[in-house]
C-alpha cells in the first residue's frame, strides 16, 4: 500500500466547493437524460398504435427493453469497484445518444428491442456509477440531502419526455420513431458538459485500492493541501478482487434482499403505470387522457417533492414501511370498486401517484447507505439489477394485463406487490438514517 505521511484533514468534511458543484451537475444532467430515456417509450409506443399494428407482446417488449437494460447494473457496478467511476461516466452519455439516434434508422421491432437494452445498461452506468462517486465526493454534509434531491431532476426528466412525446406528431407512422430519438437530445448535453468540465477520479476508491498518495493527488488538486483521505481509509485493506456473491454472504445478505426487493416492487408499480399511463386510462374509461396526464405526473412531481422535505424528518425504515402501505391500499381501492366515478378514480389516483412518488426518494440514498465502501458500486448495482427485473416485469405485464383483464386486473396485481413490498420492509428493513441509528443507541 502506498502511504502518505502528511496530516491532512478528511476532504469529507471540506466546505462544499467547485468540484462538488461540476460533479454535482454532471450527475443532474446525467438524471435528467436517464429519466427522459426510460420515459419516452411509452408515448411513443402509445403513437405507433395508431398507425402500425403492434401486439400487446411487442409494446411490453419494446416498453420493458431499457428496463432491462438496466439490469447490467451489476455488471456495470463490479466494473466500476475494479476500474473506478471516472471512465464510464465520461463515455457512457455519448454511447447512449448514438444508440437513441439509431431508432431514426429502423421500425423493426425486434431491432427496436435490442436499442432499447442498449440503451437501458448505458443509464445503468449513470445509475449505479454516477450515484458512487457523487456520494464518494459530496462533503458528509451534503451527501444524503443532495442524493435525495437528484430525484427531482429524473422526474423532470421523465416528465419532460411524456410532454415531449405528447406535442409531436405530423411524421405519420414515422412519428414514434421520431418521438424514441429525442432522447439523444439530453444524453448528449450531458456527454458534452462531462467533456469540457471533465469529472475526477474518486478519491475514495483509489484508497479502497491502496491507491492513497494518488487519491491525495486528487484531493490537492481540487480541493487543495489542507486536505486529504480519511485515516480510516489509510490503514484499510487493499481489495483486489471480490466476488459479487460475497453480497449474498451473511453479512451482507439482508442487506442486498432488501434492497433489491423493496425497489423492485416498487419499481414494479411506478414504471408499469407510468410508462403506459395513456392505455391505462383508456381502460378505466377516463376519456381526457391529456388532463389525466397532467394529473398524474403533477401528482408524480408532487410527490418527489413531497418526499424530499419529509426525507430526514423520519427514519428511513418508517418511511418505506409507511409509503409500500398507504400506496398499496390506494391502488387496492381503484382495483376493488372500478364502480366509482370517473372523477373519484382520478382523484385517488392522483394521491397514488403523490405517494407513490414520494417512495422513490429512497431510491438513491438507501440502497448506497445498505453497503459500505468496499462493495458499494456492486451492492448498489446488484440492488438496481434486482430492481430492474421488478421494473422491466411491470412494464412488460401491464399492457398484457389490461388486454386480457382490463386496468382492474392490472391495478389488482400492482397492489399485490406492493403488499409483498410492506411486508418485507416491515420484517427485514434496517435503519440506516444516521440521525435516527444515533438516538436509538
Not at 122 to 139: C, F, K, Q, R, S
Not at 260 to 286: E, H, R, T, V
Not at 304 to 310: A, E, F
Request: with cysteine.
Amino acid at each position: 500500500m502506498e502511504n502518505n505521511t502528511n496530516i491532512k484533514k478528511n476532504y469529507k468534511k471540506a466546505p462544499l466547493s467547485e468540484v462538488h458543484i461540476r460533479v454535482l451537475i454532471a450527475v443532474i444532467l446525467g438524471q435528467i437524460a436517464c429519466g427522459f430515456g426510460l420515459g419516452i417509450s411509452g408515448t411513443a409506443l402509445t403513437n405507433a398504435s395508431k398507425y402500425i399494428q403492434i401486439s400487446s407482446l411487442w409494446t411490453g417488449l419494446i416498453g420493458a427493453g431499457s428496463l432491462i437494460g438496466l439490469a447490467g447494473s451489476i455488471v456495470v457496478g463490479r466494473l466500476s469497484d475494479k476500474i473506478g467511476r471516472r471512465k464510464l461516466l465520461m463515455i457512457n452519455m455519448y454511447i447512449l445518444a448514438g444508440l437513441t439516434l439509431l431508432h431514426l434508422l429502423t421500425a423493426n421491432f425486434f431491432l427496436t428491442f435490442l436499442l432499447r437494452i442498449g440503451i437501458g445498461l448505458m443509464i445503468a452506468i449513470d445509475y449505479t456509477v454516477g450515484n458512487a462517486l457523487l456520494t464518494e465526493w459530496l462533503p458528509k454534509s451534503e451527501g444524503s440531502k443532495r442524493q435525495s434531491h437528484l430525484l427531482i431532476y429524473w422526474t423532470i426528466g421523465f416528465i419532460a419526455s411524456y410532454i415531449t412525446g405528447s406535442l409531436i406528431d405530423g411524421f405519420g407512422a414515422y412519428t414514434w420513431q421520431i418521438i424514441l430519438a429525442t432522447g439523444a437530445i439530453p444524453a448528449l448535453i450531458t456527454a458534452l458538459f462531462r467533456s469540457f468540465f471533465p469529472l475526477p477520479a474518486s478519491p475514495s476508491w483509489l484508497a479502497s485500492r491502496g491507491k492513497v498518495k494518488t487519491a491525495n493527488k486528487v484531493i490537492d488538486k481540487h480541493l487543495g493541501r489542507n486536505w486529504g483521505i480519511s485515516p480510516k481509509l489509510k490503514h484499510i485493506k487493499p481489495v483486489k478482487s471480490m466476488s459479487w456473491t460475497i453480497l449474498f454472504s451473511k453479512k451482507y445478505i439482508r442487506q442486498t434482499l432488501v434492497g433489491g426487493l423493496f425497489y423492485a416492487c416498487q419499481a414494479f408499480a411506478f414504471f408499469g403505470i407510468s410508462i403506459f399511463l395513456p392505455i391505462l386510462l383508456q381502460s378505466m374509461n377516463i376519456n381526457n387522457q391529456a388532463v389525466s396526464g397532467i394529473l398524474y405526473n403533477g401528482g408524480m412531481f408532487i410527490g418527489v417533492l413531497l418526499g424530499i422535505i419529509i426525507f430526514n424528518r423520519i427514519s428511513r425504515r418508517s418511511f418505506l414501511i409507511n409509503n409500500f402501505l398507504f400506496s398499496e391500499i390506494l391502488i387496492g381501492i381503484l382495483a376493488l370498486m372500478p364502480q366509482i366515478s370517473s372523477i373519484l378514480k382520478l382523484l385517488v389516483f392522483s394521491v397514488f401517484s403523490i405517494v407513490l412518488s414520494s417512495g422513490l426518494v429512497l431510491d438513491y440514498s438507501y440502497p448506497t447507505e445498505l453497503f459500505d465502501i468496499k462493495v458499494r458500486a456492486t451492492g448498489v448495482g446488484t440492488c438496481i439489477t434486482i430492481s430492474r427485473i421488478g421494473a422491466a416485469a411491470g412494464t412488460f405485464l401491464l399492457p398484457i394485463l389490461t388486454d386480457v383483464g382490463g386496468a382492474g386486473l392490472a391495478m389488482l396485481v400492482c397492489a399485490g406487490v406492493l403488499l409483498f413490498a410492506f411486508l418485507i420492509c416491515l420484517i427485514w428493513a434496517p435503519e440506516t438514517s444516521p440521525k435516527f441509528i444515533k438516538n436509538t443507541k
